[in-house]
C-alpha cells in the first residue's frame, strides 16, 4: 500500500484490544492506523473462531454451480464463502 504513513505499531502477540484518545495531545496517524489494525483483527479471528478457516454459507445454493449469466457485459456470480480467513466472492 502507498501512502505517507508514520508506523505501523500494531503487533498481534501484545493483545491489544483498544486505542484511548488522550485529551490534549494531538491524534497521530499511527494511533488511528494501530486502531483499524485492531480492529481488522479482532474481526478476522471472530470470524474464524466462528466459521472456522474455510467455510460457506449454510444454505441449499451455497456450493450451487449454474450457468453464468451475462447483462450489458456484466458477470453474476452468487458464490460466497471463507477460505483460510479470507472471504472469497
Not at 53 to 82: C, E, M, Q, T, Y
Amino acid at each position: 500500500m502507498k501512502g505517507d504513513f508514520t508506523r505501523f505499531t500494531f503487533r498481534p502477540e501484545k493483545h491489544y484490544n483498544s486505542i484511548w484518545m488522550q485529551q490534549g495531545r494531538l491524534q497521530l496517524d499511527a494511533d488511528w492506523n494501530e486502531f483499524v489494525e485492531i480492529q481488522k483483527y479482532l474481526h478476522q479471528t471472530q470470524a474464524e473462531d466462528i466459521i472456522g478457516a474455510s467455510g460457506a454459507i449454510r444454505d441449499s445454493d451455497s456450493f450451487k454451480v449454474s450457468k453464468v449469466s451475462v447483462d450489458d457485459s456484466d458477470l453474476k456470480n452468487r458464490i460466497r464463502s471463507h477460505v483460510r480467513k479470507w472471504l472469497t466472492m
